[in-house]
């Protein structure tokens, strides 16, 4: 019987990879090509060489261990629009708004005891701060994924008029990590950003804070618990007599909610930040023990809205990179516990509270 010849689509997929790949074996699915492989020179140079060809071509390899043997799954690459940053700027303008509206109701009880002369200043302050931070956490993702070579929007931000006046920003990652380290690195960027901007607004924040008696305290002001960082960057620089409080500016707020976001997004969940960070690490099958354990810590936490809305996603299989053969390196591993010490710098007690 003579073999059946290959669709030409499947023929030009076939010629590229046995440039990098020894093909051992070979089979077609109705939306993949599959081949057993054997490395060339090495799994990682063979594959990124492989990797950039086929996306020159229109394809998307897959790579992963299958009972001792790489298997590589050749797909089609998606198609992606050509980005208008339109939207993405009339989202930060209106959460601009949004947040200045937000910290300008803030900003009313302190002009009413005359703490603050005027609560427009509270506002830009907050407005400014909040939109900071949390724009220059997933600026870190877009710059990182640029340089990594994985396709990302710019950051799309969610405002609203109350809470914070925004419920964050988001990007969107058009396809996998190349590799665990790019997926360590485009995950971990964002809440270094973060965290980098979010130490000197807290610094400022609490310089402009007021210290008051606690008989003075605003009726109806409500108690923070404070992380280990906080307290350590207030003690340091304003220290607190006997019989007095701390109370908030809005922008020592803003370092409060900075704190608050990194710990949660370092949370080793699903596809938080945290959790792509663990699925570097561990691989596929311990990444989703450790996400019920990450839900399970956010609900002690008292972060219960939070952790709901994890665990509606912890089980949920990640997708992992493109080539999940290579492990990850060395210093990406030491630069995890240092994002852990974060994490527990930035969680906030249940006991002792600033105002």
Not at 36 to 60: C, N, T
Not at 104 to 133: D, E, H, K
């Amino acid at each position: 019987m003579q073999p059946i010849p290959l669709p030409p689509e499947a023929l030009e997929v076939r010629e590229i990879v046995d440039q990098w790949f020894v093909v051992e074996d070979f089979q077609i699915e109705e939306t993949r090509l599959i081949f057993y492989v054997r490395p060339r020179m090495g799994i990682e140079w063979d594959f990124s060489r492989v990797k950039d060809r086929l996306a020159r071509a229109g394809y998307l390899p897959v790579l992963r261990s299958r009972a001792g043997r790489l298997v590589l799954h050749v797909l089609r690459r998606p198609p992606v629009k050509p980005e208008r940053v339109t939207w993405n700027l009339v989202l930060l303008l209106a959460t601009v708004g949004t947040t200045l509206f937000v910290g300008f109701q803030m900003s009313l009880a302190l002009t009413g005891i005359g703490l603050m002369p005027n609560p427009w200043q509270g506002a830009v302050f907050f407005s400014a701060g909040i939109v900071g931070v949390l724009g220059c956490h997933e600026l870190g993702h877009k710059l990182m994924a640029n340089r990594r070579g994985v396709r990302a929007s710019y950051p799309y931000f969610i405002p609203v008029p109350y809470f914070l006046g925004t419920f964050g920003a988001v990007i969107k990652q058009r396809e996998p990590a190349p590799d665990r380290n790019a997926l360590f690195d485009v995950a971990a960027s964002g809440p270094i950003a973060g965290f980098l901007v979010m130490l000197p607004v807290t610094i400022v924040g609490i310089l402009l804070s007021y210290v008051i008696p606690g008989e003075l305290v605003p009726e109806g002001t409500i108690g923070l618990p404070i992380p280990m960082l906080l307290r350590l960057i207030q003690e340091s620089i304003l220290p607190i007599p006997e019989g007095h409080v701390l109370l908030f500016h809005p922008l020592a707020f803003v370092g409060w909610v900075g704190m608050v976001v990194t710990m949660l997004n370092l949370m080793p969940v699903g596809m938080l930040d945290g959790g792509h960070i663990s699925r570097a690490l561990f691989g596929e099958r311990p990444h989703r023990v450790i996400s019920f354990a990450g839900v399970a810590i956010t609900f002690m936490l008292g972060f219960w809205p939070m952790a709901i809305l994890m665990l509606l996603f912890a089980g949920q299989p990640h997708p992992g990179p493109l080539n999940d053969v290579t492990s990850l390196s060395s210093k990406r591993r030491v630069l995890s516990l240092i994002l852990a010490i974060i994490l527990i710098l930035c969680i906030p007690p249940t006991f002792g509270r600033l105002f």
